[in-house]
């Protein structure tokens, strides 16, 4: 499997991930025809935010609905992990439940990979312009 994400949604989900640093970021990756073209930040609303994500309920459905309403797909998830590498967690594993990748930013190594989840398979990444 392999993941498209246009170059400005890239560097928007990195732009956020930096951001929000130490803090863990999240947030969608959607687009038409499998290539992400934008890159929907979302509140953290985990009590834990500097070691766990947890999309706010709201807002994540306010952006499913934006999606739909704009003939948008979710193509990915988005998570950053501050201080480690771009590796799922067991807990990410566990809380899977969508069935796209599941992108997660490594900030010390300045790498992102994006993995089926809970499976672990990794998923190719192409950033294209």
Do not use: F
């Amino acid at each position: 499997m392999r993941l498209c994400v246009r170059k400005g949604a890239w560097r928007a989900m990195w732009d956020d991930a930096r951001a929000r640093a130490p803090e863990e970021a999240v947030g969608l990756l959607v687009g038409r025809r499998g290539c992400a073209q934008a890159a929907w930040p979302l509140a953290n609303a985990s009590p834990h935010p500097l070691v766990h994500y947890l999309a706010e309920p709201g807002e994540l459905l306010a952006a499913l609905r934006r999606a739909d309403a704009e003939g948008l797909e979710v193509c990915a998830l988005y998570h950053s992990h501050p201080a480690g590498p771009p590796r799922p967690s067991e807990r990410d594993r566990a809380e899977a439940t969508w069935r796209v990748p599941y992108v997660i930013l490594g900030l010390p190594e300045g790498r992102a990979r994006a993995y089926l989840l809970p499976e672990g398979e990794e998923v190719e990444i192409r950033v294209e312009p």
